[in-house]
């Protein structure tokens, strides 16, 4: 039996409750938030938790293994040091940390503690994405040229963080993951239509060393939600629509292929049109997946598949992303071909700030 807690009840706090209090063998004794309105709601659907303001009740109670943050950004630093350092542990939603140090700190942290970091980009764990991973890894597509992303909807304004932080996290861990390297080459646009200070909608440009280049477009104001990533390879493409109820995933056998001209006025492109294959997909939730996965590495010490060398890197892209978005012109931030090394771009002074109604260590 491992016992957790729960730290945040807010945006997604209450899907990590419902998917934990639904894992047998597993003990989810605390709900951890500021505001006892939200507290007796979660009380009031789970009497069996028990429920505190002070983060203390949950770090010195000797039962809890291990604590599942999901507060904003700006406290996840001091959250996860707080719960590495009372031995717990630490499952951080996404992003890790608001900056590469800070998750260089923690993994280095749990390491020397024995303790497992996990983060939760959720999408890594998802069946759809995971099939792409093992069409790309077997080769199907053959050689991938390039991505383009598409994450938008209208609404779910942040107050404290860009929409890069917020939504293109998720397409920095499913990059990371699909093609096992760090961009060389970060470059972003974008601007704040509804609040100073804050881009609600931003395009960014990403060159990989190995060639493959995509496009990432996200934005908290578009009239319609997408959900859509395409990913061409030389031999085949295919099409991610996460929006989609059945057929989330579509191969097309389609390419195009330039003949050499024999002649100087000759000049060939051939495309090839072929089947459109929608391979078959588990229906699993990608949270319960996740949870599985957290619980089994602290019970094994299995190293996470998102553990913090790969949340590092993701905050890694953001940082550079957001760099290059704030110098108020385009610009390319080269990041170091080191992708186990320390990477540290300059946070502008827009960076998410701590807010003094957050959760923090007493």
């Known amino acids: ?124 764990y998802s069946p759809p994405v995971r099939k792409v991973k093992e069409l790309i890894d077997s080769g199907e597509l053959g050689e991938v040229r390039f991505v383009t992303m598409q994450r938008v909807n209208l609404g779910l304004h942040q107050k404290d963080v860009s929409v890069i932080w917020d939504l293109a996290a998720h397409d920095m ?54 959900r859509r990533t395409v990913v061409v390879g030389d031999r085949k493409m295919l099409v991610y629509d996460d929006t989609q109820p059945v057929e989330k995933v579509k191969v097309f056998d389609h390419g195009a292929q330039f003949r050499e001209p024999e002649s100087f006025a000759e000049f060939e492109m051939v495309y090839r049109t072929g089947d459109i294959v929608s391979p078959k997909i588990d229906n699993a939730e990608p949270l319960r997946l996740e949870a599985e996965h957290f619980l089994h590495c602290v019970g094994c010490g299995d190293d996470p598949l998102t553990n913090g060398e790969m949340g590092r890197r993701v905050v890694a892209v953001l940082e550079a992303a957001d760099a290059s978005l704030h110098e108020g012109a385009p610009k390319t931030v080269l990041l170091p071909n080191l992708p186990s090394a320390m990477v540290v771009v300059p946070a502008p002074d827009s960076h998410p700030a701590a807010d003094p109604g957050l959760i923090v260590p007493a």
């Not at 004794?29 to 009031?44: E, G, H, I, S, T």
């Not at 699909?178 to 609600?200: A, Q």
């Open 173 to 226: 861990a499913i990059l990371d993951y699909w093609l096992g390297e760090m961009p060389g080459i970060v470059c972003s646009l974008g601007r704040d239509c509804m609040r100073d200070g804050i881009p609600d909608v931003a395009f960014l440009s990403l060159q990989y060393r190995s060639g493959v280049v995509a496009m990432v477009q996200v934005s908290w104001l578009s009239p319609v939600k997408l």
């Open 1 to 124: 039996m491992t016992t957790v807690a729960l730290i945040g009840h807010g945006y997604w706090g209450p899907n990590l409750l419902r998917n934990y209090m639904d894992i047998p063998d597993v003990n989810l004794k605390w709900v951890c938030d500021l505001r006892p309105a939200v507290l007796d709601r979660a009380q009031r659907r789970y009497p069996t938790v028990r429920t505190t303001t002070s983060v203390d009740d949950v770090l010195r109670d000797p039962e809890v293994d291990a604590v599942l943050i999901a507060t904003p950004i700006a406290t996840h630093y001091q959250l996860g040091k707080a719960a590495l350092l009372a031995g717990k542990h630490a499952f951080v939603e996404k992003p890790l940390t608001s900056s590469t140090a800070q998750c260089a700190d923690l993994t280095a942290l749990a390491a020397q503690q024995n303790l497992t970091l996990m983060v939760g980009h959720t999408f890594t």
